[in-house]
């Protein structure tokens, strides 16, 4: 009797316990998106985006490092190149699991991830998702991963190749609250161009977090950028015709 009376207690604990970890969950991120909520549009654009074209990128050597500050803790960024992206947002990913349970380091400064693609993958949109699934989440090894793969008949205009060459999945780190609201409020299949740096992420105690792939066309795991990610530091985004910055 007294061994299933403490049986009972102990399935209680673990229930209850659960249920606070939800709750912190849930409340977390309620509290995330609500500090960025209502960003102020800072100027608004006539020009269509021009997504036909390869991301800008400009190689820097010894650039100054940019402080940042993460959700927790602070941050040293090194900038390795000015970059430019302009594309169609094919996967958008802010749901990094329990927030405070389970976040690493990488998680406290690079606060979304978002999927884009650009070319002949930007023209049609119902052409691209009839052919291609997209999916970009976070693995139970704590990655960080965009995953995309042909659908049946496997018929697509595009090779794996070409696909390959012309997309991005780049992890975010916002220069400001504003510019933080304006990436949240992107929706899959807009229109966006996000300018900045792309960086290598530092510790304030200079320990390494992340190196920034600084190519296109690298998807092995050992390269710079881990399997190919951009780290970018975000000075400014333009969904549609509205700038955030």
């Not at 390959?164 to 299949?189: D, E, F, Q, R, Y």
């Amino acid at each position: 009797m007294e061994f299933k009376k403490l049986f009972d207690w102990f399935c209680k604990g673990c229930l209850i316990f659960i249920l606070l970890i939800i709750i912190n969950s849930v409340l977390g991120d309620m509290m995330f998106r609500l500090r960025y909520s209502f960003p102020k549009v800072k100027a608004t654009s006539t020009e269509i985006i021009d997504t036909s074209k390869d991301p800008l990128q400009i190689n820097l050597e010894d650039a100054k490092y940019i402080k940042a500050r993460g959700e927790k803790n602070i941050y040293a960024l090194k900038p390795v190149a000015e970059y430019s992206i302009a594309g169609l947002v094919i996967t958008k990913n802010t749901n990094f699991w329990f927030r405070d349970i389970m976040r690493n380091t990488f998680d406290d400064i690079c606060l979304m991830d978002i999927g884009i693609v650009w070319g002949d993958l930007a023209k049609d949109t119902k052409e691209l998702h009839r052919h291609w699934k997209f999916k970009s989440h976070k693995t139970l090894g704590q990655s960080r991963r965009l995953e995309w793969r042909s659908k049946p008949p496997h018929k697509s205009p595009w090779t794996p190749g070409y696909v390959s060459s012309h997309i991005s999945h780049t992890h975010l780190i916002p220069a400001n609250n504003n510019v933080m609201g304006g990436l949240l409020s992107i929706k899959k299949n807009d229109i966006v161009k996000l300018d900045g740096y792309l960086v290598d992420i530092y510790t304030d105690k200079s320990r390494l977090v992340a190196r920034s792939s600084m190519s296109r066309t690298d998807t092995d795991p050992t390269s710079r950028g881990s399997g190919a990610c951009e780290d970018m530091y975000v000075k400014q985004v333009q969904v549609g015709n509205k700038i955030y910055k």
